[in-house]
């Protein structure tokens, strides 16, 4: 006799018996269900190994169920029983997870090769899902290295959403790994054999926006030569990845709601639109009910993006996963750089000590810097970056004591002036962030930077 329980679910009394009893034959244990509602009810309460499943009952209908039961964990395999001409809605379900299907009236030796397979199945992944917890324990996780509290809440709800079709919003500080996150949700949903596209919105030129996420036929404007596939086409079957979907300008904010409305885009000089089979996840540092509230972000796409939220912690809120990120980042450059190096008790010390403002892009360039400038076997703490080895937040707590000194007796010109050169300064040159930070638009700090190269060539003069 089989260990394992199939829950067959059909409203046809006779089909409960006959195809019961051939189940019994097979070696299998069985139970029944004659509608939505009760196969529900059941599979929560014996936890099938799999479900035989008809498409129509009544109370519920086998989608419905469908949707249910693959929420439970562990989630049985399901094969649907359909009856001829609904092969269409058994290729959707399918999509939403289930195994396969078999049309009525079952043929006895078909159902038997599916039901080894859809088992097999079951154990492999289940299998996976072990080495996956196994995993998660020594801090790896998809693309993801952690693990601290945080990291492991993080990754239960990577766990639970990727497996389903749902819009996720990834939030969280520069350099926490956002697009990691996605690459993970990707890599284990039903869409990991398709496509990973990554789109940073703020590089993306307003006036190019249409035709780079939507594409373009040939002739459709001057240069149009041929055929392009916009980002979103180029995406279809996989996943879009949105990265800083907060920089989009109100008119591509309204042309992208649209999209995600109807799942259908019209390439620029297209006369027909082209349906769309994407999954979408968006990431943002920005705080986005606050740009609504400004008017700068549109309140509907807010809500058909932010489906389901994840927040990328700083590193400063795990602070337990400096040593396995750094070990990471310096076994990882030690080998491209053909070096074998560890941390002495200084480096470590200075590690712990710092807030990681740019946090773990921060952490993974001060490794690659402190890679290439040992040389040996040994990083100490002069091959850090200066500003840990000169007291990390306490020097800069310090930067802030002397801008605050050196902006008194200042116009109020030179003031802005002094705090946009700062901010440009603390962010290593990046405008976006610059004036995200300064509170500012990023056409308002180009037109003030141009004003002071303006001014500065006066001067010259």
């Not at 091959?383 to 007291?391: I, Q």
Request: hydrophobic share 45%; charged share 25%; with cysteine.
């Amino acid at each position: 006799m089989h260990k394992h329980l199939i829950l067959l679910v059909d409203d046809d009394a006779n089909i409960l018996t006959t195809l019961g009893m051939r189940l019994e034959a097979m070696g299998y244990r069985v139970a029944t269900a004659a509608d939505g509602p009760s196969a529900v009810e059941t599979a929560a309460r014996v936890r099938p190994d799999l479900m035989l499943l008809d498409l129509r009952l009544p109370g519920m209908s086998g989608l419905e169920v469908l949707g249910v039961v693959k929420g439970a964990e562990p989630a049985p395999e399901v094969i649907l029983l359909t009856a001829q001409g609904s092969v269409e809605t058994a290729v959707a379900a399918i999509k939403a997870g289930a195994y396969d299907y078999i049309e009525k009236p079952v043929d006895s030796k078909r159902l038997g090769v599916l039901l080894e397979q859809a088992l097999a199945h079951r154990g492999v992944r289940q299998e996976v899902g072990r080495l996956k917890e196994s995993l998660r324990e020594m801090g790896r996780f998809g693309h993801m290295v952690g693990q601290s509290d945080a990291m492991q809440v993080l990754y239960q709800f990577i766990d639970q959403v990727a497996r389903t079709e749902a819009t996720v919003m990834v939030t969280g500080e520069s350099g926490t790994g956002k697009e990691l996150i996605a690459r993970t949700i990707h890599d284990m949903s039903p869409r990991a054999q398709g496509p990973f596209v990554a789109v940073n919105c703020s590089a993306i030129m307003a006036t190019l926006w249409e035709s780079e996420m939507f594409g373009f036929e040939k002739g459709a404007f001057t240069g149009a030569h041929k055929r392009h596939l916009g980002y979103l086409e180029q995406a279809a079957g996989g996943t879009l990845f949105l990265d800083e979907i907060g920089e989009m300008t109100p008119e591509t904010q309204a042309k992208f709601l649209r999209v995600l409305e109807t799942r259908r885009v019209n390439r620029v000089g297209g006369s027909h639109e082209i349906p769309l089979d994407i999954r979408v996840v968006a990431a943002t540092n920005r705080n986005l009910e606050e740009a609504i509230a400004e008017g700068a972000f549109r309140e509907d796409l807010y809500y058909r993006l932010n489906v389901f939220t994840l927040h990328a912690p700083p590193l400063r809120e795990r602070r337990s996963d400096i040593p396995l990120l750094a070990r990471t980042f310096i076994r990882q450059f030690a080998e491209a750089y053909g070096k074998r190096l560890e941390l002495d008790e200084a480096a470590w010390a200075l590690l712990k000590g710092h807030d990681w403002p740019g946090n773990v892009r921060e952490l993974r360039n001060a490794m690659e810097r402190a890679v290439i400038l040992a040389a040996d076997g040994v990083i100490g703490a002069r091959h850090l970056p200066p500003h840990l080895a000169n007291g990390g937040g306490a020097a800069a707590a310090a930067g802030a004591r002397t801008m605050a000194t050196m902006l008194e007796g200042m116009t109020v010109a030179d003031m802005e002036r002094k705090l946009i050169l700062h901010a440009l300064e603390q962010t290593n040159g990046n405008k976006t962030q610059a004036a995200r930070q300064l509170g500012i638009s990023l056409k308002t700090l180009h037109n003030k930077l141009a004003r002071y190269r303006d001014g500065a060539t006066q001067e010259a003069h």
